[in-house]
């Protein structure tokens, strides 16, 4: 019940991040420098946008969400689904073949920080951006 709260939280977050997108103002999908992994075209807004997911249906199911949303706000998104295990899907995010996965902020703040013990919604994002690498973002 636990897991299913928290990828409800996580969905919502990122549907709330992604509305924000079109909003106006800093848009961080707007630089021309991201990768597409798969050589695909630029929208307006700028280019496109790969949407990895780890290698369970959760992930899958999460990463197509992201992908129509993106759509839905005009940017040329689509998807690398079941790319494996944390440990791939974070090269494929640093080497820039993926732009965004879906993934739980607890148990990514864990994978980098083996002694990370919080609970609190707030202190578990706070120290997973405090925790990530500086190329990174969450």
């Known amino acids: 019940m636990k897991r299913t709260t928290t990828a409800i939280a996580l969905a919502g977050?990122?549907?709330?991040?992604?509305?924000?997108?079109?909003?106006?103002?800093?848009?961080?999908?707007?630089s021309s420098s991201a990768?597409?992994?798969?050589?695909?075209?630029a929208s307006a807004g700028g280019g496109?946008?790969?949407?990895?997911?780890?290698?369970?249906?959760?992930?899958?199911?999460?990463a197509e969400i992201y992908?129509?949303?993106?759509?839905a706000k005009g940017v040329d998104a689509s998807?690398?689904?079941?790319?494996g295990s944390r440990e791939i899907y974070l090269k494929a995010l640093e080497d820039g073949s993926v732009q965004v996965v879906p993934e739980y902020t607890g148990a990514l703040a864990l994978f980098y920080?083996?002694?990370?013990?919080?609970?609190?919604p707030?202190?578990?994002?706070d120290a997973l951006k405090a925790a990530l690498p500086k190329n990174l973002t969450v």
Request: charged content about 20%; glycine content about 12%.
């Open 35 to 41: 990768s597409t992994g798969s050589g695909g075209s």
């Open 48 to 62: 496109a946008v790969v949407v990895g997911s780890a290698d369970f249906s959760e992930s899958v199911l999460l």
């Open 79 to 83: 998807t690398k689904t079941n790319i």
């Open 13 to 30: 977050v990122a549907l709330l991040a992604l509305t924000a997108c079109g909003s106006g103002g800093s848009d961080p999908l707007s």
């Open 122 to 125: 707030n202190e578990v994002y």
């Open 67 to 71: 992908a129509g949303a993106l759509k």
């Open 113 to 120: 920080d083996k002694s990370f013990d919080k609970t609190d």
